[in-house]
């Protein structure tokens, strides 16, 4: 049995969601939004959208949650755009995840509108550190987690008008990411950029030594 808040983490829509893009790839090696025609070219930007909407109610019936007809191949931000359009006020949670340097941040600037709540790690050091991004001192570690505590807490009971949340941050555990997305009724969106890529976006050894430290605790 499926409930709604975990379905998308599900092995069984992630097999299915693999199973949609592998069929859809055109001869051209892309998949093209089946909202605005164009390629999506990173795979962590496919999102699989129901057209009839999956709910409490449905999410157990096959012919809904995974009738390959009831399923569509969009881009991320156009499935913002079309949840904007037709769902009234909802509001979503994403885990934005991957190694240090893999451009998380720069995915969700990319993404989100100005009204979505960002939990950013990198910017809350900046907010009580002026060097937070490139030092982070240990003594201010319980004071830069409280504030993310905080918010995710925000999160968890919906308080405020915000419509997207994005937490972002490395989680290479996937039992933490799973727990995560449990208590927040959250997807996952996985920046699965490749060490080499992250390693030449270091701005220092002690990133270098963060980004091998991630890959070495990394599970899918």
Known sequence: MFALRTFY????WCAFRERLIHERTDDNGEVICAHCGKPIY???????HHIKELTEDNVN?????FNPDNVELIHFRCHNIKHQRYDGFRQYVYIV???PCAGKT??????AYDDDLIVDMDRLWESVCFRGREDKPNRLKANVFGLRDCLIEQIKLRKGKWRNAYVIGMYPL???RD???EMLGARCIHIDTDKSVCLSRAVNDDWCGYIEDYFEAFTR
Do not use: M, P
């Not at 983490?9 to 069984?12: I, M, P, R, T, Y």
């Not at 720069?106 to 993404?111: A, D, E, G, H, S």
């Open 9 to 12: 983490q599900s092995k069984d």
């Open 42 to 48: 990173k795979k962590y930007d496919i999102i699989g």
């Open 61 to 65: 019936d096959a012919l809904v949650a």
């Open 97 to 99: 995840h991957g190694a």
């Open 106 to 111: 720069t995915w969700v600037i990319n993404n």
């Open 174 to 176: 996937a039992s933490e």
């Open 179 to 181: 727990r995560l997305c």
